[in-house]
DNA sequence: GTTAGCACTCTCTTCTTTCGAGTGCTAATA
DNA sequence: TATTAGCACTCGAAAGAAGAGAGTGCTAAC
């Protein structure tokens, strides 16, 4: 059954007004506000509708309305306005995120960061690489003892071991190792290196002190961390300015919850684009999360990997504010991160050469 | 004036007990549990004599006392036991603390996860690197276009940029550059790293397309950062968990402080060994922390480089406790990455290198 | 110097009352 | 038929009142 036009600005009306105040909204407010020609005992009949739908509640009697996360739902899909945030808040977004990627190496983490502060709630940030692999080896020989593993990734990430041995190895072995882990370790994901692989090439090389292995344990572990999806949260004390975690036990449930770093992103449907996402209280699959929602973005970030940055708030949320946020953030960062169009002048992947591509 | 013996027992029977209950402290608990062999009468008249010495405080007229902060003072300096951990409880602190330092490379801020968890407080943990310089450079030529610094540092750690020119460079440049970098730019702090310096490598290297800027840039970007003393807080939330932060305002305004990473701990007094600072409510040079305390414990991580762990809590904190573990934890990291003595088999600065060195 | 005894103080809890915002229903109205 | 004014009713929040009890300070006896 679609809902009358009018039931639909009421609906509007309640949610808005209610992500104000936080408070239940009464027949009056709405009247007075929402400028529908009708007095508050129509509405009253209304949100009497309403309620029975399943798109409002009461907390009692004689109390005003209060959306249910159904209400919500149908809030997000049809009725709030999407948002365009005004040329100065965009602008000064972009600028911020300038400045941001301008000095970041740590990236995802810098940027739920900056996702906390514009929206003042917790963020979370993390990217899942598909399928990165070692796209080149260098063994770096700094004396008998020591040496230095780096290891460029198909990312163009780079990551790097400091490596100090009991024994000494000499110069003609660590050199033959370099070519026989670019000859086989390389392009090759981390599930493709077998003990059979790393065996063969310890007797390749002729590798008595275990030098082989020291190598490959980092291969492997640079490559299960940089692959496995790790949710950066940031900003987890924000959620007690909100009215609803008052309660310090409601709010340390959520917040440990968070803090410990167990959030699963539920499946994103389709692939393409920086679509937001929005799940709201009982959509989500964590329990900690029932009566709470999620906005989360998905960003392009280059070379298959894909980022997400997301919010973690009450149901009673801003959610036009925040999805426009989050999108253009979203949105700033494909362009900048990521593989389709090209990145501006002097910029490659996370990377600032020289100069200034403030626009 | 010295406090006579029972006065001495009396306040730190308060201090326990007001650890314990966080409740004012009747005189009656601790004729009961103190063993000190008179009647509640009695006690009360030395309460009411170490409340006008400023060692405890009433909160009103019919209240039990409440140590204030010259109270808890006193009894850190004098009156508590110095907790010793039991052969199980160090043995376990010890095995957590090698299963972190087993994977970690992100180090600092692990090692505050773990205080915090071993404390149930917020951690803060950070690194304070007296002068740490590059030890040595390698460019690695990956394309004409790209290629990858490397930086030793004096204090074993490897830095590196993944760096993508607009412009191609060609082979002999990129080595030249290495070379004069090596000759230059290695054991030098990052203020002695002038433009005129730079200028001079440029103009020895025929550099025409900008490259020696850049590899300075990162240089000293590398160097600023490691130097700069950034406190890694984490566990926040663990402060919603105490009664004195069930206001949530109040949790807010701590919590909030402690993420924004200012904390500026006040100079350490004596330079070595593991001590243990309690900085007691108003001892605190930070507004925000006046009423509650910090303990910081100092390790030697090696190479010149200091660290500092410590949490922060209520000045009801269990001092001793809490006094313990840290100095425990701390001298476990002063043995594995400090100079002094020789590391452990097998296991060099932040790195094992292989095999289980468990005891 | 110590202690029993007791009046006094002050908070905390519980109960009651009051107030008012907001509803639901009915009857009148367009 | 849809809307609205009017009004009784409900329920929570705030304010007050009363009582309980924990704990003190003081006094007088030991």
């Given at each position: 059954m679609a809902l009358s036009e009018r039931k639909k600005k009421i609906l509007a009306a309640v949610v808005d007004e209610y992500i104000k105040t936080a408070e239940p909204v009464s027949s009056k407010a709405i009247a007075e506000t929402g400028n529908l020609g009708c007095s508050s005992a129509t509405i009253r009949n209304e949100l009497a509708e309403l309620v029975a739908l399943g798109y409002l509640e009461q907390p009692h009697t004689s109390a005003g309305r209060v959306p249910t996360p159904a209400g919500y739902r149908l809030y997000v899909n049809e009725?709030?306005?999407r948002q365009k945030l005004s040329v100065e808040e965009s602008e000064e977004l972009n600028r911020k995120l300038n400045d941001r990627l301008a000095v970041m190496d740590t990236a995802i983490s810098d940027i739920g960061k900056l996702a906390s502060q514009l929206t003042n709630y917790p963020a979370l940030a993390l990217t899942s690489n598909a399928s990165v692999t070692v796209r080149r080896f260098d063994l770096i020989y700094v004396d008998a003892n020591t040496f230095i593993i780096v290891a460029l990734l198909s990312n163009n990430d780079v990551k790097n071991k400091y490596v100090h041995l009991p024994v000494s190895a000499d110069r003609s072995l660590v050199q033959k190792l370099g070519t026989l882990f670019n000859a086989s370790f390389t392009g090759i994901t981390e599930d493709k290196i077998t003990s059979a692989l790393i065996a063969a090439t310890e007797r390749a090389a002729d590798d008595t002190i275990g030098l082989t292995a020291v190598i490959a344990a980092f291969c492997i572990e640079t490559l299960n961390e940089v692959n496995s999806v790790t949710a950066y949260v940031t900003?987890?004390?924000?959620?007690?300015?909100?009215p609803e975690f008052r309660d310090p036990d409601k709010a340390h449930k959520l917040m440990s919850y968070l803090s410990n770093g167990g959030y699963v992103f539920p499946e994103t449907g389709s692939e393409h684009g920086e679509e937001v996402r929005v799940l709201i209280g009982p959509e989500n699959v964590a329990e900690e999360l029932k009566d709470s929602s999620v906005i989360v973005a998905s960003y392009d970030a280059g070379d298959n990997t894909k980022g997400l940055i997301g919010i973690v708030g009450p149901t009673r949320m801003d959610y036009s504010a925040v999805a426009a946020k989050l999108g253009m953030l979203a949105a700033g960062l494909s362009k900048r991160l990521g593989g389709g169009e090209a990145p501006?002048?002097?910029?490659h992947n996370k990377l600032i050469i020289k100069g200034d591509d403030r626009s």
């Open positions: 009725l709030m306005q900003g987890e004390n924000r959620l007690l300015s909100q501006p002048e002097g910029m």
